[in-house]
């Protein structure tokens, strides 16, 4: 009786043990999927010791993933059109122009903003030397330049070309060839990009051809009556036209509408490693609201580390910028802008992440290699 009795208790014993050794294995499971959605920052491998919550993790590789869509995803963004953007009528200064000297809004304030009476530092702004626009026509630029020179001075000016899309100048007018939500060259290399632009503008030289006013308006269909017809007696590349006046020309090859992927961030970061010293820098994309106000504010960060990213973010957008603090909130927003703009309010934040850890070496590190060691990639 004894001997069975012992059996029994041997028994419970080990079957404690083996509830205690499987308890513990999902207790440090738990523990590890946790640590895993926080950027694994105090690992000794992060030395700013930062965290990070669980939801950028959510959106770390979005803009990669959308930049390698499968091929059969990538033909509904075909260009099929020539979208008419600015007649060379047009003469004053590009929709949306702002520079680092300009004052803010009205009682500083802006409704897209978290904090919209907070006014944000001028701290190294008004040495900044930039400005930004939407696209212009020929008699646009010759306007633009002319003010850039009284700000400029002596200095390089240097046109940054933020598009993606294929775009030049068709008989003075600003043009581009033009694909659902201006998506045409969704994963495409810089080179074809280039190659592929001033392919089609030398086609259409000499001809007569179609273009429209193309836009969310009228749900990014060109209708019969925004037809005009166009002669192409000239069909120049923005960098052909802009160096006539003055310019050097830069192009980063940004997706509209989006937060940019890696490529395109080491893309601009070698970019501003390479400029002039002391230059003046405009920035356009098509509108000059969204990929104007990430890679301004992104130039701001990296000339003025010691500016909080708030004083940054709130000062671009009181230039006349769009706020890259905004998700999506206001009423009847398109849907599918909702998650981009989540997405971008997310990642920007880790644009002044990476200023932080690498302002000491002269931003010599690429983004990408940054973001692969800051969370573990």
């Known amino acids: 009786m004894k001997e069975m009795k012992d059996l029994v208790n041997k028994r419970i014993l080990n079957w404690l043990l083996l509830l205690a050794f499987v308890l513990g294995g999902l207790t440090g499971f738990v523990s590890c999927e ?28 979005k803009a990669n993933d959308r930049e390698n869509m499968e091929p059969t995803g990538a033909k509904g963004y075909t260009a099929k059109e ?40 001028r701290q190294g702004l008004e040495g900044l030397n930039i400005s930004g626009s939407g696209r212009f026509s020929e008699k646009q ?74 836009s969310s308006a009228n749900n990014y269909l060109m209708t019969d009556s925004a037809w005009i017809l166009v002669d192409a007696d000239s ?23 989006v ?42 960060m990296l000339k003025n580390p010691d500016v909080p990213l708030k004083d940054i973010l709130y000062r671009q957008t009181e230039l006349g910028g769009t706020s890259l603090y905004y998700k999506g909130d206001r009423p009847n927003e398109q849907a599918w802008r909702v998650e981009l703009f989540t997405e971008t309010s997310w990642m920007v934040p880790l644009l002044y992440d990476y200023v932080q850890d690498n302002k000491e070496n002269g931003y010599s590190v690429s983004w990408t290699d940054w973001k692969k060691k800051t969370f573990k990639l």
């Open 34 to 61: 946790t640590d895993d959605n926080h950027a694994h920052s105090n690992n000794g491998e992060n030395p700013s010791g930062r965290t990070y919550s669980s939801e950028v993790y959510v959106y770390l590789n």
């Open 82 to 121: 020539w979208r008419l953007e600015v007649k060379n009528t047009e003469q004053g200064l590009p929709d949306n122009f702002r520079t680092c000297e300009s004052e803010f809004n009205v009682n500083g304030l802006n409704e897209e903003l978290p904090e919209p009476n907070y006014i944000p530092s």
């Open 141 to 214: 630029l010759k306007v633009l330049t002319d003010e850039i020179n009284k700000k400029a001075g002596g200095r390089t000016k240097v046109m940054m070309d933020l598009r993606s899309e294929c775009h030049g100048f068709i008989h003075g007018h600003h043009m581009s060839w033009y694909g659902y939500i201006n998506w045409s060259n969704i994963g495409k290399k810089r080179d074809q990009i280039l190659a592929e632009e001033e392919q089609l503008l030398n086609n259409v030289k000499g001809k007569t051809i179609v273009a429209g006013k193309i």
């Open 235 to 257: 069909a120049l590349t923005e960098k052909q036209v802009v160096e006539r006046y003055g310019w050097e020309y830069r192009r980063v090859t940004a997706l509209d509408h």
């Open 259 to 300: 937060f940019p992927c890696d490529e395109i961030i080491d893309q601009f970061i070698e970019t501003y490693r390479s400029l002039p010293k002391d230059c003046w820098v405009h920035f356009h994309c098509q509108a000059g609201r969204g990929r104007t106000t990430t890679f301004m504010s992104f130039y701001d």
